[in-house]
């Protein structure tokens, strides 16, 4: 008895079949804007692609999540033995993240901390900010106290700023961060 496949049954294999990865490749590149090299490293494993495009959805940002992905959360994962579809962050939890570090909450050294002991203790990104009193300070009122402090303590070093020595504004900036224990936003 011959074999006799519908259209219907064709159409509906076509639809359920996952996207190949010359495809998804493509996909990446232009709709998130990842370059070659990135695109080919997301999509080497299936678990890895769909963990990626789950985070560059709810963070907003699919060049930071590329980033994040590639370095920060495989080095954690590779340390571990474990893969994506194993991690102890879930893409939400980076997206999360990301968002912290876009929002200026965080600033990057501090999200490094913070997703290291999210895959340390399966928390959110939240809990952990939270828990550490991490919270960057973007208040202008309050920063400029601590400037107004440091400014009153280096007058040399005010003169030779304003005398053109531009180098000192990192000086200025280091001090800042000193007095506020890393919390103030540096932009700010």
Known sequence: ?????????????????????????????????????????????KDLAEFYETTAKASNNPKASA?????????????AGKSASDSPVAAE???????????????GKQAKEVLVEMFNLGKTASEVVEEKG????????????????????????????????????GFFVGQVMKASQGKANPQV
Do not use: C, H
């Not at 064709?10 to 493509?26: A, G, H, N, R, W």
């Open 67 to 79: 980033n994040w992905l590639l370095s920060e959360l495989m080095r954690e994962l590779n340390n």
């Open 93 to 107: 939890n980076l997206a999360e993240l990301i968002k912290l570090i876009d929002d200026a909450a965080i600033n």
């Open 1 to 45: 008895q011959p074999l006799i496949v519908s259209a219907e049954f064709i159409q509906k294999s076509k639809d359920e079949m996952p996207e190949l990865p010359t495809v998804l490749l493509e996909r990446f590149q232009t709709e998130y804007g990842l370059s070659f090299n990135e695109a080919s490293q997301i999509v080497a494993e």
């Open 134 to 169: 991490m919270k960057q300070v973007s208040d202008v009122g309050e920063i400029e106290k601590i400037v107004d402090e440091i400014i009153e303590k280096n007058e040399n070093q005010v003169i030779a700023f304003r005398n053109g020595n531009e180098k000192l504004l």
